[in-house]
C-alpha cells in the first residue's frame, strides 16, 4: 500500500520550509509520497491577505510538477466550502483506496486541532506528522497516531514573505527561484 502525506495548507505563497519539511519526510521514508493539497478558503484564517486560489495553485504547481514523489492538487476547490479536512480526507480515502493517507501539520496547528471540525475522527483514523513551529512545543502525548518530526526548525512564514515583497525587499533566499517574480507580481498588485 502507497503512504502519502498530505500537506494541507493556503500556500500563500509557498515557501522553502515546506519543501525542506515534505523531502524530510520522503527522505525519512517516513511516507511513499507527499501532495500539496491547496485550499481556497481555510475557515480558521482570515481571507483578507489570501491571494486567489488560482494563482497559489500556479504558483505550487510551477514548484511541484517537476519533483520527484510530490505532487499538488486542487481537489479542494471542488468540495463544498469552507474546505474542512476530514471531508477532504473522506473524499481522498474513499478515491484512492489502496493508499494510506497521513496528514502533516506544525506544532501550532496540533495545539489547536480541538477547534477544528471532526477532529476527534482525524486523529483516530489517520496518522498525524507534526513538524516543529517557532514559540510551540505542543504536547503530541495526549494523541495517538503522532509521528514527531526531528527535523531542523525553519523559522520561515508566508506572512514574512508578503510583507517583504509588499517593501520592495529581497525574500527569494526563502521561496523556489521558480516563482520569485509571480511573487513580486501577485502580491506587490495584491497589496499583501
Known amino acids: 500500500m502507497k503512504r502519502v502525506a498530505l500537506f494541507f495548507g493556503s500556500f500563500n505563497p509557498l515557501h522553502n520550509g515546506h519543501l525542506a519539511i515534505s523531502k524530510y519526510i520522503i527522505d525519512e521514508k517516513i511516507t511513499d509520497e507527499v501532495w500539496f493539497i491547496v485550499s481556497p478558503k481555510n475557515p480558521l484564517k482570515s481571507s483578507s491577505v489570501l491571494l486567489d486560489e488560482s494563482s497559489r495553485l500556479l504558483m505550487a504547481k510551477k514548484v511541484i510538477n517537476n519533483v520527484e514523489n510530490m505532487r499538488v492538487s486542487d481537489v479542494e476547490f ?25 496528514l502533516i ?9 480541538p477547534k477544528w471540525r471532526s477532529y476527534d475522527s482525524i486523529i483516530r ?38 510583507d517583504l515583497a509588499k517593501s520592495g525587499k529581497d525574500f527569494s533566499h526563502l521561496v523556489p527561484f521558480e516563482i520569485v517574480e509571480d511573487i513580486k507580481k501577485f502580491y506587490c498588485s495584491f497589496g499583501a
Open 78 to 102: 471542488f468540495l463544498s466550502k469552507p474546505s474542512y479536512t476530514y471531508k477532504t480526507l473522506d473524499y481522498l480515502k474513499n478515491k484512492y483506496q489502496e493508499t494510506e493517507f497521513y
Open 105 to 113: 501539520m506544525g506544532e501550532d496547528n496540533l495545539e489547536i486541532l
Open 125 to 162: 483514523d489517520y496518522k498525524i506528522i507534526v513538524y516543529p513551529r517557532p514559540d510551540f512545543n505542543a504536547d503530541s502525548s495526549k494523541y495517538e497516531n503522532i509521528i514527531k518530526l526531528n527535523a531542523k526548525l525553519n523559522d520561515i512564514s508566508s506572512t514574512q514573505i508578503r
